[in-house]
């Protein structure tokens, strides 16, 4: 892999070109022309007043973003901090931890109902009606059309909501987060354990690893974070993708029997002793740090969290393992994300052309980010992509020939109240003293009331 300070530098580059004149056009080789560059001795007197006069005045920015995982925290202090002060010379930004999950979602509806919304700020299904039906979220289509951003997507009809609007800016990373199943070869080995191919190896083996006084698996279950995001559609779709296409497409309900039969998975999961006592209690920094000490054998994750992990030479990942013949994990996988996911600019904002460079410059520094550890984006840098690990490789190999991808129920089926009760249930579920009927009585009336479809 190539070294962090030429990937700094090439984001510097490319970032430079974002916010010059000639991005309008879409073309970078115009951009870097000498005579776009004008030189000291060609500059008036009156130019270097104005200057100075802009310099003085800079337009002050708020900012809330994703603070929930090594990636972000990379992102921030390699690519933002370091370069965002050449990128965008005419602005002051103020950046605020935003959390992830549930805590980002209270913030930012509490700060919208306060009318102190930031000037940008990480989008999420989980808040995104309510701050669009304030007007806290501009559209912005008209904007990245008109300075070529738009053009810099691979495929720019991706960033389109279901009414066709532009909401968010993100680097297309998100379309290859699925969440896979982490272990240590050598835990595994130690215990004389194989990767399961069936569900019902998996509850066997996580015997055999507690039996040896390991942790089997870990995930963060604190506020249902687990179970909304990945476990309960993973549970569902290794018995029956179909359904849970279904489900996230709002053609059926958790009066399913294959949805019904997802939901007890969990409860056995629980029941049977895969996760840590506790595990409803258990946050995201803690989970990783369970498996990154080898205390636990596995970590149920989405792969954004492979590039750290591969550094490691004893992790290796597998698929969800299938619990009936209608799945296969060769062909049909979860992905991550959503139109509106990324970031989003205050539809109140004073300066929304400057506040949309902004959220086109954090979205590139989201780009070049992980370009640099060698995973596929769609937001195109200009840059030859960074080798990719071993590990990395194997799972592009995996992942791009599954034929049927079924979108991430979180992201794309839960209105913001469905989404909160969902994480409420979740993690009740994982408390192993809540019945999976209880939970599908409750989710069900809770699906009936959701208002994400009523367009």
């Excluded at 933002?80 to 002060?85: D, R, S, Y």
């Excluded at 289509?141 to 389109?160: C, E, H, N, R």
């Excluded at 980010?369 to 840098?381: D, H």
């Excluded at 209105?415 to 599908?440: K, P, W």
């Amino acid at each position: 892999m190539k070294t962090k300070s030429k990937a700094a530098a090439m984001f510097l580059m490319a970032s430079t070109l974002l916010v010059s004149s000639a991005c309008s056009s879409g073309n970078e080789t115009k951009s870097n022309q000498p005579s776009d560059n004008p030189s000291p001795s060609a500059t008036s007197k009156e130019d270097n007043e104005n200057t100075t006069k802009t310099d003085s005045k800079k337009i002050k920015m708020r900012v809330i973003t994703l603070t929930t995982d090594e990636n972000r925290n990379n992102i921030m202090e390699k690519f933002i901090k370091p370069n965002i002060a050449a990128a965008l010379p005419n602005l002051e930004v103020e950046f605020e931890p935003g959390g992830g999950g549930e805590d980002m979602a209270n913030k930012l509806k509490t700060l919208n109902a306060s009318g102190d919304m930031p000037d940008v700020f990480w989008n999420d299904a989980g808040y995104f009606t309510p701050l669009k039906s304030t007007g806290s979220i501009l559209d912005l289509t008209p904007y990245i059309s008109k300075d070529g951003f738009l053009d810099k997507y691979a495929v720019p009809d991706a960033l389109k909501h279901v009414d066709n609007g532009i909401y968010s800016l993100s680097s297309g990373a998100d379309t290859y987060f699925t969440p896979v199943i982490f272990y240590h070869k050598d835990m595994f080995e130690e215990a004389g354990v194989q990767v399961p191919t069936t569900f019902d190896e998996l509850i066997q083996i996580s015997k055999t690893l507690k039996s040896k006084g390991m942790i089997p698996a870990v995930t963060p279950g604190k506020d249902g974070w687990g179970p909304k995001l990945f476990m309960l559609q993973q549970m569902i779709q290794i018995g029956d993708p179909q359904a849970m296409a279904d489900l996230v497409s709002n053609k059926t309900d958790f009066n399913n029997p294959s949805v019904k039969e997802g939901a007890a998975r969990i409860e056995t999961l629980v029941k049977e002793g895969v996760f840590p006592d506790g595990i409803a209690n258990i946050d995201y920094g803690p989970a990783m740090e369970m498996f990154t000490s080898k205390k636990a054998a596995m970590l149920w994750m989405f792969t954004w969290e492979l590039p750290n992990l591969a550094k490691d030479e004893t992790v290796d990942f597998f698929p969800f393992p299938s619990a009936s013949d209608k799945y296969s994990p060769t062909e049909n996988v979860q992905f991550w994300g959503s139109p509106i996911n990324g970031y989003a600019v205050n539809g109140k904002t004073k300066n929304p052309e400057e506040a949309v460079k902004l959220a086109e410059f954090l979205a590139m520094a989201d780009a070049l980010y992980f370009e640099s550890t060698g995973a596929p984006i769609s937001l195109q840098t200009g840059n030859q992509a960074m080798d990719r690990s071993p590990l990395m490789q194997k799972f592009v190999d995996w992942y791009n020939p599954i034929p049927n991808k079924i979108a991430s129920f979180a992201l794309n089926s839960l209105d913001a109240r469905t989404s909160a009760e969902i994480s409420t249930q979740g993690a009740n579920l994982l408390t192993g003293e809540y019945a999976a009927d209880d939970f599908n009585v409750a989710m069900n009336k809770i699906w009936s009331e959701n208002t994400w479809f009523d367009k």
